[in-house]
């Protein structure tokens, strides 16, 4: 549980019964008194907005599925109430583990001969979207982990098991079961680790870190792709 920070204010007393009067009318005493407890807050937003995409390593070695896939990125919002700064970066909102090869429907399915037709791969999709709201908010202050240039913060809904990811990205192993939000940037995550811990010390103490998860019109079931792990066709659900 964080600790409130004391809001301390300056002020000046003229009264001669005050235990803070300077004595001769001066009023020159400056005094410091708590007159307000504050906790400060993090916020995390996770709109949305698609922004592009990025390829995560699918970690199958010496098999013809691709060695890594495309996964769309969306926007997401750092801020805090004290500094009011502002930080924007990319996240993936969707985790796909590997299900099945496919034939690329063309030609070749048509005239009933599939073994010769292209290859896909069918990846299907865990994501995490709130239920019955739009946006869904969580306090995830004590699961934060730092170690190893690497910061998560996990966590559980309704037994299903959620990370937000910043770190290397070629480093991480996806788990079934688990919904990732994994944070891209060019500095392998660092960029956003030193945006957290700059807002720590700023707040002081440990500040609360709230996650806001705004639901998506539109959310993938699987996608398939080709060889390279280009998406070549999105399931909807």
Same mark, same amino acid.
Request: avoid cysteine.
């Given at each position: 549980m964080p600790f409130p920070e004391? #809001?301390?204010?300056?002020?000046?007393?003229?009264? @001669?019964?005050?235990?803070?009067?300077?004595? #001769?009318?001066?009023?020159?005493?400056?005094?410091? !008194? @708590?007159?307000?407890? #504050? $906790?400060?807050?993090?916020?995390?937003?996770?709109?949305?907005?698609? $922004?592009?995409?990025?390829?995560? &390593? !699918?970690?199958?070695?010496?098999?013809?599925?691709?060695?890594?896939?495309?996964?769309?990125?969306?926007?997401?919002?750092?801020? @805090?109430?004290?500094?009011?700064?502002?930080?924007?970066?990319?996240?993936? +909102? @969707?985790?796909?583990?590997?299900?099945?090869?496919?034939?690329? &429907?063309?030609?070749?399915?048509?005239?009933?001969?599939?073994?010769?037709?292209? &290859? #896909?791969?069918l990846f299907e999709n865990i994501p995490f979207e709130p239920l019955k709201e739009e946006i869904e908010t969580f306090n995830i202050s004590k699961y934060r982990r730092l170690s190893h240039e690497k910061l998560t913060y996990t966590f559980e809904k309704e037994q299903q098991k959620i990370q937000l990811f910043a770190g290397d990205i070629n480093t991480l192993i996806v788990e079934k079961g688990t919904s990732y939000f994994v944070i891209v940037d060019k500095n392998k995550g660092q960029r956003f680790?030193?945006?957290?811990?700059? +807002?720590? &010390?700023?707040?002081?103490?440990?500040?609360?870190? +709230?996650?806001?998860?705004?639901k998506r019109k539109q959310v993938s079931k699987a996608i398939e792709t080709n060889k390279q792990g280009l998406i070549d066709r999105l399931i909807y659900i």
């Open positions: 004391l #809001n301390l204010s300056l002020g000046l007393t003229e009264n @001669d019964g005050s235990v803070f009067y300077a004595g #001769n009318g001066e009023g020159k005493t400056i005094v410091r !008194t @708590d007159s307000v407890l #504050n $906790t400060h807050t993090i916020s995390i937003v996770i709109s949305e907005q698609q $922004t592009g995409s990025v390829y995560l &390593k !699918t970690h199958f070695k010496g098999v013809e599925i691709p060695a890594e896939v495309e996964v769309p990125t969306y926007q997401m919002i750092v801020s @805090d109430d004290k500094s009011n700064e502002k930080e924007i970066y990319q996240v993936t +909102r @969707d985790t796909f583990f590997y299900k099945e090869q496919t034939a690329k &429907k063309g030609l070749w399915s048509f005239l009933g001969l599939k073994f010769l037709a292209p &290859k #896909n791969f680790i030193g945006d957290i811990l700059y +807002r720590e &010390k700023l707040l002081k103490l440990t500040p609360i870190v +709230r996650l806001h998860i705004i």
